[in-house]
């Protein structure tokens, strides 16, 4: 069984980077062929994907947020990161790690629980 926890601070001030890990558990980040996902959900809004790292250490972003946003990860300690920087309120959200087992389409099978991160002053 697949688990993911992300971690890291719940209140960050604007213009901060946000930084969060995932710890993956009962399956390595390295397997081919999955892809290790950064999701997050604003109040009241939809899921926004964010950005992947792949099992090959490839990452891929939002174009959205790309200017802002770098994944990496840790092989040995089985983690991935998330960073964006210069955060605003509008960041406000819950944020999810997941894994992407989809061939030809995402299919996000395993989710941490979220965590709440407020952007504010």
């Known amino acids: 069984q697949v688990q993911l926890q992300e971690s890291g601070p719940g209140l960050v001030k604007p213009s901060q980077t946000l930084s969060l890990t995932c710890t993956v558990s009962?399956?390595?980040?390295?397997?081919?062929?999955?892809?290790w996902s950064w999701i997050r959900q604003p109040p009241g809004k939809g899921l926004e994907w964010m950005g992947a790292?792949?099992?090959?250490?490839?990452?891929y972003y939002s174009p959205s947020l790309k200017s802002r946003t770098s994944i990496s990860r840790d092989t040995s300690k089985n983690q991935f990161t998330l960073q964006l920087s210069s955060v605003t309120p509008e960041d406000t959200a819950v944020y999810y790690c997941?894994?992407?087992?989809?061939?030809?389409?995402?299919?996000?099978?395993?989710w941490g629980q979220g965590t709440q991160v407020t952007v504010s002053s």
């Open positions: 790292i792949a099992y090959s250490g490839s990452t």
């Open positions: 009962g399956g390595s980040i390295t397997t081919n062929y999955y892809y």
């Open positions: 997941a894994r992407d087992a989809g061939v030809v389409t995402t299919e996000y099978d395993y």
